[in-house]
């Protein structure tokens, strides 16, 4: 996370000490301040939303009992349960219920424990890693021949644009989806628009995974704060709307990521880097699975690992063209046409 978050301090730095003459010490103490501010004020909004929603705790609980009554006597009249029944089926699980709940607050507990350690030493290693950048990048240089130098130069430049690019992405994505998606439902009257519209920027994130769980979270805030059932659909369906609007116009134009993942390599990185890191590991998935597809697209010896990555899908079967099995420059440059991939981007 320090790695990436200080590629993306790297523009700022620079202003700090081209155009401010700042000292380096100085400038790379700015970066991190206009970071501490942003990440504040994040965390100040987030705050504020969520007293606004235990405020209306009271209100929440009234409903939260209505619907349960109303599915209740649903289940009554479909089945062969009665409501009395119903209460004594949920008084027998509620002991293994809190069980549950307890040891959900204890890794909880662990978790705030982890997040403190996280944000304390985050800093530092951003400090670090912008202080010793020079460093960094001359032991980088040295694990290759110097024939080769060019090339990792190429990579290493590539790999700063697409982070960045990718990352101020994910940043404007976060803002517009809060607004719009916020905006729509306070102007149809959902309570609690702002939030939900926050929520779902934030897990929108998380590719694939996180929209999923951003609508239940989104549902299941509308459920709780209205007594009626209409306001669900609206919200699922502003949520579709604007997330059609965001995958297919807006974010393509703003990303405009020359590397291109596909769906499958996708998932299964939000997988693996939500078992080895949790949320930050899903977040970091898809740059990560971006670089190393940079890497592997330069290396001869990994280029299948760059082909199993990407999204240049033939449209024949290899079995049947025997030109796509081999590592050739001209096949992938034909598939990258026939897919719409902008080729690598060399400087």
Known sequence: MAFFISIM???LYRFFCRRLKFPEMLAIAASLLALIIVGGLIIWFFSYQISSLVKDFPT?????MNHFTALSEWVGRNSPYSTEEQMEFIKTRSSGLLNYAGGLLSGAALSVTSVFVFVALLPIYIFLMLFYRNLLLRFVFFWFPEESHRRVGE??????AIIKSYLFGLLIQVSYMTVLLGGILLIIGIKHAILIGLI?????LIPYVGALLG????????????????PIFAVLGTIAGVQ??????????????KVKINALATIVGVLVGGELAGIAGMFLSLPIIAILKIIFDRS???RQWGV???????????????????????????LQRENKVEPPHEE
């Open 200 to 204: 779902f920027a934030f897990l929108n």
């Open 155 to 160: 990579a290493l430049h590539e790999m700063q």
């Open 300 to 302: 001869k010896s990994f």
């Open 215 to 230: 609508n239940i979270i989104g549902v299941l805030l509308t459920l709780a704060s209205s007594a009626e059932l209409w």
């Open 60 to 64: 929440i609980q009234n409903n939260v």
């Open 9 to 11: 301090l790297l523009p």
């Open 244 to 257: 059609f609007l965001d995958n297919n116009i807006l974010m393509p134009r703003i990303v405009g990521s």
């Open 308 to 334: 199993l990555f990407g999204d240049e899908r033939p449209d024949k079967s290899p079995m049947k063209v025997p030109a796509l099995r081999k590592k050739s420059e001209a096949v992938q440059q034909q």
